[in-house]
């Protein structure tokens, strides 16, 4: 399934863009391929929302889905 | 409602959804904010100009040079005095009519029982994980909704957590594992706080008036670099927190919120009260500045070298290794990257760093002749 991954914060900065089109079965595989790709992302503690909606759970995704990468912010 | 006070409000008071009731809901409503810097200017600003009867400013900061391009409560004139104090002067010129209660010390535990239940509504304006967690825990136990606002760079995420039994910010970031990256250290566009604010400060206004629909439910993500704004929708999830928020007060107090960095054994974080232990007992130490050179107030004791935190990873030996390695800066987040560099160049060393940082230390420990005009 081809999906959009778009990024926010620091991973967005440490990507090099704001999205990234990605062929995958479901949102476990998308972070193993993910962070063996981009290693700082081990170490952050992200969450992942598909379709603007936040979740805890390996999701199955569909063709089209959106899933955003979400850091925390800290900054006031 | 006097003839003044309706004149003063008028163009608020004749839109239908406000009114006289409102308006009245407004001057009734006690509102805690909590950080006087990018976010914190902009919320009281409105809050105040909207007639939010009483504000209460946390803030235990002093201005600098360097906060004047995004917090606009603040002048030249400002430099080296306490924010809240500061902010709470500017914010009683917009409107003299409202109660300013100032809290010129740390947000900790002791002062989040002391305050938050005599307000009806916290607005986070801080600049860190640690007093964003004690703000949603004391939130949680005291049944107060909190207007989170969190900028970065050129982006900003805001939200009502904790509103009529809403999500809270564990719902969304159950624990805080996280790293510091503050405005200090990354940069921030001015304007990003601005708009961050007084969406906050509007989400305030919404909830005492009863007016819309709260923004709880949705973290609203803001690039200003593509304008693009959108929501992402979060769910009340006790399971996620439940076990790991206090379960009272008395539990609350005795919390540590300070994150644990098990990696980090070599670094050991002291308070005021330790760092004059220190000093008296020990000739034997340095203090590394990891400032910019350009922050106030300085320090006032001996053995300080100045490394600003971009200059460590290629200035690191230049630091003598003698018993006691003191990493300060303004606030205490920049000390804790400084001293994990530091570690890693230097296996074995173990380090201090200062909690809370400079903003936090005695008169007598910093230069007054640096401070311009502070108290």
Request: hydrophobic share 40%.
């Amino acid at each position: 399934m081809e999906v959009k991954v778009i990024f926010f914060g620091v991973i967005k900065e440490k990507i090099g863009k704001d999205f990234s089109i990605v062929k995958v079965l479901d949102t476990n595989t998308l972070m193993n391929e993910f962070k063996t790709q981009y290693s700082f992302l081990n170490t952050l503690d992200f969450k992942l929302a598909v379709n603007q909606q936040l979740i805890f759970l390996n999701t199955i995704l569909n063709e089209g889905d959106e899933v955003a990468l979400l850091p925390p912010f800290s900054g006031g | 409602m006097e003839a003044k006070d309706f004149l003063r409000y008028q163009r608020q008071i004749i839109l239908p959804e406000m009114g006289d009731t409102g308006q009245l809901k407004l001057q009734q409503a006690k509102v805690l904010v909590i950080g006087a810097g990018g976010l914190g200017c902009p919320v009281l600003q409105y809050l105040a100009a909207a007639g939010v009867g009483q504000i209460g400013i946390v803030d235990f900061d002093v201005v600098n040079l360097h906060n004047l391009h995004r917090q606009i409560l603040f002048n030249e004139s400002s430099i080296g005095k306490n924010k809240a104090h500061e902010a709470a002067s500017s914010i009683k010129k917009i409107n003299s009519k409202i109660r300013v209660e100032i809290f010129d010390t740390l947000f900790n535990n002791r002062l989040a029982i002391d305050i938050v239940n005599q307000y009806d509504i916290v607005v986070d304006c801080s600049d860190n994980f640690e007093t964003r967690y004690l703000i949603n825990d004391v939130c949680v136990l005291l049944n107060k909704p909190f207007v989170f606002g969190a900028i970065y760079r050129f982006e900003g995420q805001t939200t009502v957590f904790n509103f009529q039994n809403g999500p809270t910010y564990r719902c969304l970031f159950p624990q805080n594992k996280h790293t510091e990256i503050s405005c200090d250290e990354a940069g921030v566009i001015g304007v990003l706080p601005g708009i961050i604010g007084v969406l906050q400060a509007t989400e305030a206004i919404k909830i005492i008036t009863q007016i819309g629909e709260v923004l709880s439910g949705k973290l609203l993500l803001c690039d200003l670099k593509t304008m693009n704004f959108q929501h992402i929708k979060i769910e009340r999830n006790e399971s996620l927190w439940k076990h790991l928020i206090p379960s009272n007060m008395e539990e609350l107090m005795q919390r540590n919120y300070k994150i644990n960095c098990e990696t980090e054994d070599n670094i050991e974080e002291i308070d005021v009260n330790d760092l004059e232990n220190l000093l008296q007992s020990s000739k034997n130490y340095i203090i590394i500045d990891v400032r910019e050179r350009s922050e106030q107030p300085k320090l006032n004791m001996d053995s300080i070298l100045e490394i600003p935190l971009q200059e460590l990873e290629i200035k690191w030996n230049d630091i003598p290794l003698v018993e006691n390695i003191i990493f300060m800066c303004q606030k205490g987040n920049r000390s804790k990257a400084a001293a994990s560099i530091f570690v890693r160049k230097n296996n074995d060393k173990k380090v201090f760093t200062l909690a809370f940082g400079i903003a936090s230390l005695p008169q007598h420990l910093v230069n007054k002749n640096s401070e311009k005009g502070s108290k």
